[in-house]
């Protein structure tokens, strides 16, 4: 492949992150993009936006011709495309989440490994300078021990047709959290409602227990919120880290507040005192590429050199267990285990992906 003039990248889907994928992949040295879109007049927009680009119908007019292909089409779609580009041994993206059945993670996963040719998952913000400095911070012991994790990320959203609201957005912050503490959870309590459609919860409140870091972290995920939030809080003993993705280049800011119980008192009593600390709010500015360049850029690097990826199809099918583990919650309304399967990722979960995007 070194030899070829161009790396030539198929994109299956041109919807909201299928131009963004193409945007950026456009911008790549060295790669020729195709657009893989059934909608003609999805088709006619990439044409528009993107005019040196090829554009065709189906993933079986191009697939001979491709050396990586990035699967950006509704999760009920994925596993179907991913089987079809990994049993002709084309390297493979997939947006997240992997796909919508664990089953079906299994079959790519497997099919990935008996090709021999990568799978890979876009869990973007492994690839975010943010995220990375935020696991480094909690690493040094500036926060002292974790406490406890909150998310949220809320919008009045785009209603997906074929997962609710879990599967859509707690992808991002299941493998930000997975990243940040170096495990997976080991169970998952799970709130779920319908406001406006009968067929998939719109709002959901997750918790994640993790048994090694012994932290849990609360996750709010919303298509029906007033305002856009993107925004994780690692609280510790001694300080707490906020980080926001609608930040810019100030995403991550160390706060020096916290409780403390005074000397002698032990906290058992009803009337406990504590102590309020309230200190500097310092700004952590970390410059850098946007994310998803950083990701599909190492995409491309894995096809030319024939590497594996940082955040590998096991990892994906990871985070599968943990949203299927939350569907099993939400039904039974106790708390429910996630298989401890072992995958590529085990308990390396996210170091790999530190060391490529810095």
């Given at each position: 492949m070194a030899d070829c003039p161009?790396?030539?990248?198929?994109?299956?889907?041109?919807?909201?992150?299928?131009?963004?994928?193409?945007?950026v992949l456009t911008s790549l040295s060295g790669v020729e993009v195709t657009v893989i879109e059934p909608d003609e007049e999805r088709r006619r927009r990439a044409r528009a936006d993107h005019p040196g680009v090829g554009v065709v119908r189906d993933l079986d007019d191009m697939?001979?011709?491709?050396?990586?292909?990035?699967?950006?089409?509704?999760?009920?779609?994925?596993?179907?495309?991913a089987l079809k580009a990994l049993a002709a041994k084309v390297p493979t993206l997939v947006e997240k989440p992997l796909v919508l059945l664990e089953e079906d993670g299994v079959a790519v996963v497997e099919a990935a490994r008996a090709a021999g040719v990568q799978l890979?998952?876009?869990?973007?913000?492994?690839?975010?300078?943010a995220v990375r400095k935020l696991r480094d911070v909690i690493a040094s012991g500036e926060l002292g021990r974790v406490l406890h994790i909150d998310c949220a990320r809320l919008s009045l959203g785009r209603y997906r047709q074929d997962c609710d609201v879990v599967w859509d957005l707690a992808p991002h912050d299941i493998s930000i959290v997975a990243h940040l503490?170096?495990?997976?959870?080991?169970?998952v309590s799970a709130w779920t409602h319908r406001a406006v459609r009968a067929a998939h919860a719109d709002v959901a409140h997750l918790r994640l227990d993790f048994a090694e870091a012994g932290v849990p972290a609360f996750v709010h995920v919303s298509w029906l919120a007033p305002e856009k939030v993107r925004r994780i809080t690692v609280v510790g003993e001694k300080k707490t880290a906020v980080y926001d993705d609608l930040a810019g280049d100030e995403r991550l800011t160390i706060h020096d507040v916290g409780v403390e119980l005074p000397d002698g008192d032990g906290g058992t009593d009803a009337g406990c005192r504590v102590v309020h600390r309230s200190g500097d709010i310092v700004s952590r500015p970390v410059p850098g590429a946007e994310p998803l360049m950083v990701q599909d850029a190492h995409f491309v690097d894995c096809v030319r050199a024939g590497t594996s990826p940082a955040t590998p199809g096991e990892q994906g099918l990871a985070v599968v267990r943990v949203l299927a583990a939350a569907d099993r919650a939400a039904s039974t309304g106790t708390p429910a285990a996630v298989p401890r399967r072992r995958t590529a990722a085990g308990t390396e979960w996210g170091r790999r992906s530190v060391e490529v995007a810095s």
């Amino acid at each position: 492949m070194a030899d070829c003039p161009s790396t030539r990248i198929g994109v299956a889907g041109y919807g909201y992150w299928g131009s963004k994928h193409v945007r950026v992949l456009t911008s790549l040295s060295g790669v020729e993009v195709t657009v893989i879109e059934p909608d003609e007049e999805r088709r006619r927009r990439a044409r528009a936006d993107h005019p040196g680009v090829g554009v065709v119908r189906d993933l079986d007019d191009m697939l001979d011709g491709l050396d990586g292909v990035v699967v950006v089409t509704p999760p009920a779609t994925h596993a179907r495309l991913a089987l079809k580009a990994l049993a002709a041994k084309v390297p493979t993206l997939v947006e997240k989440p992997l796909v919508l059945l664990e089953e079906d993670g299994v079959a790519v996963v497997e099919a990935a490994r008996a090709a021999g040719v990568q799978l890979m998952v876009g869990h973007v913000f492994a690839y975010d300078a943010a995220v990375r400095k935020l696991r480094d911070v909690i690493a040094s012991g500036e926060l002292g021990r974790v406490l406890h994790i909150d998310c949220a990320r809320l919008s009045l959203g785009r209603y997906r047709q074929d997962c609710d609201v879990v599967w859509d957005l707690a992808p991002h912050d299941i493998s930000i959290v997975a990243h940040l503490l170096g495990e997976l959870p080991a169970t998952v309590s799970a709130w779920t409602h319908r406001a406006v459609r009968a067929a998939h919860a719109d709002v959901a409140h997750l918790r994640l227990d993790f048994a090694e870091a012994g932290v849990p972290a609360f996750v709010h995920v919303s298509w029906l919120a007033p305002e856009k939030v993107r925004r994780i809080t690692v609280v510790g003993e001694k300080k707490t880290a906020v980080y926001d993705d609608l930040a810019g280049d100030e995403r991550l800011t160390i706060h020096d507040v916290g409780v403390e119980l005074p000397d002698g008192d032990g906290g058992t009593d009803a009337g406990c005192r504590v102590v309020h600390r309230s200190g500097d709010i310092v700004s952590r500015p970390v410059p850098g590429a946007e994310p998803l360049m950083v990701q599909d850029a190492h995409f491309v690097d894995c096809v030319r050199a024939g590497t594996s990826p940082a955040t590998p199809g096991e990892q994906g099918l990871a985070v599968v267990r943990v949203l299927a583990a939350a569907d099993r919650a939400a039904s039974t309304g106790t708390p429910a285990a996630v298989p401890r399967r072992r995958t590529a990722a085990g308990t390396e979960w996210g170091r790999r992906s530190v060391e490529v995007a810095s």
